[in-house]
Nanobody
Framework: QVQLVESGGGLVQAGGSLRLSCAAS??????MGWFRQAPGKEHEFVAA???????????EYAEAVKGRFTISRDNAKNLVLLQMNSLKPEDTALYYC?????????????????WGRGTQVTVSS
């Protein structure tokens, strides 16, 4: 049974940092990503990371987080991490980990096969 479990969310002041973790069990995925959803808004792509043959193949970021967020993956532990620095109040959202088997469509939530339940990130001004 596939499970994605996020952790690491919390309340932080603007300019601060948080690190989110997603533990995947049950399968190994070619791509894993992070999305976020603020109240009243659609799922928004944050970052994705792809692996091939156990090596990191590439990463993608939303423009809004480039230079501030870094996605990484620990294949041995089947973890995907999201280091978030220089946080802004507009980063406040429920952050979801997602995973998919096929390549392509990193930005599109409909391409992802599995989702976690989310972890709340709140950035105060």
């Amino acid at each position: 049974q596939v499970q994605l479990v996020e952790s690491g969310g919390g309340l932080v002041q603007a300019g601060g940092s948080l690190r989110l973790s997603c533990a995947a069990s049950g399968r190994t995925f070619s791509s894993m990503g992070w999305f976020r959803q603020a109240p009243g808004k659609e799922h928004e792509f944050v970052a994705a990371i792809r692996t091939s043959g156990g090596s990191i193949f590439g990463a993608e970021y939303a423009e809004a987080v480039k230079g501030r967020f870094t996605i990484s993956r620990d294949n041995a532990k089947n973890l995907v991490l999201l280091q978030m620095n220089s946080l802004k109040p507009e980063d406040t959202a429920l952050y979801y980990c997602a995973a998919k088997f096929l390549s392509g469509g990193d930005y599109d939530p409909s391409f992802y096969d599995y989702w976690g339940r989310g972890t709340q990130v709140t950035v105060s001004s």
